[in-house]
T-cell receptor
Framework: NAGVMQNPRHLVRRRGQEARLRCSPM?????VYWYRQLPEEGLKFMVY????????ESGMPKERFSAEFPKEGPSILRIQQVVRGDSAAYFC?????????????FGPGTRLTVT | AQTVTQSQPEMSVQEAETVTLSCTYD???????LFWYKQPPSRQMILVIR??????QNATENRFSVNFQKAAKSFSLKISDSQLGDTAMYFC???????????FGEGTQLTVNP
């Protein structure tokens, strides 16, 4: 029973390029969350999606960042025209239902390095 | 808006001893959930324990237990019989029932010494 899958695990991009991060939730989970962890900091919420819907994007930067969770396939977090400040670990989590106490299960993260 | 504060950036403990990590939070809701997550050097986020705010009884999972003081908005984690594998960053998190996001504290780096 596979857990939350994220790929790639490591991604290096030059300033100005695009980064695409993928997340496949646990089987049976239809709720996906993206969090960002800057060096030496805790995780910060970015966006919450259900299939084909963005439920809460209040933590997402207004520019250059977008997320989707299509009917088929993984959730995608897309960062356009990356800058050095985007370097961070990006974690995806999934849950079976909305709200607590349904735990969010985390993937291993994608470490993005912008050079 | 929720806030979670962990005031101990680093802690250390000798193997087999007990250690307590502190966490305070703030929320305007009456129903919410609290969690402790562990992040070892692999950086994988692992759920350690959870507490429903409406339950008065403190949650316990093997060597891990919490001291939940609702009036004081305090949620500390006690690790008994510490093991070397407990070395990790520990994050306290809250979740309101009206939303789904987790709000994390800044973390406490715990080192278990042999």
């Amino acid at each position: 029973n596979a857990g939350v899958m994220q790929n790639p695990r490591h991604l290096v991009r030059r300033r100005g390029q695009e980064a695409r991060l993928r997340c496949s939730p646990m089987k049976g989970h239809s709720h996906v969350y993206w969090y960002r962890q800057l060096p030496e900091e805790g995780l910060k919420f970015m966006v919450y999606l259900q299939k084909e819907n963005i439920i809460d994007e209040s933590g997402m930067p207004k520019e250059r960042f977008s997320a989707e969770f299509p009917k088929e396939g993984p959730s995608i977090l897309r960062i356009q025209q990356v800058v050095r400040g985007d370097s961070a670990a990006y974690f995806c989590a999934s849950s079976a239902l909305r709200g607590g106490p349904y735990e969010q299960y985390f993937g291993p993260g994608t470490r993005l390095t912008v050079t | 808006a929720q806030t979670v504060t962990q005031s101990q950036p680093e802690m250390s403990v000798q193997e087999a001893e007990t250690v307590t990590l502190s966490c305070t939070y703030d929320t305007s809701e009456s129903n919410y959930y609290l969690f402790w997550y562990k992040q070892p050097p692999s950086r994988q986020m692992i759920l350690v324990i959870r507490q429903e705010a409406y339950k008065q009884q403190n949650a316990t999972e093997n060597r891990f237990s919490v001291n939940f003081q609702k009036a004081a908005k305090s949620f500390s984690l006690k690790i008994s019989d510490s093991q070397l594998g407990d070395t990790a960053m520990y994050f306290c998190a809250s979740q309101e029932t009206s939303g789904s996001r987790l709000t994390f504290g800044e973390g406490t780096q715990l080192t278990v010494n042999p």
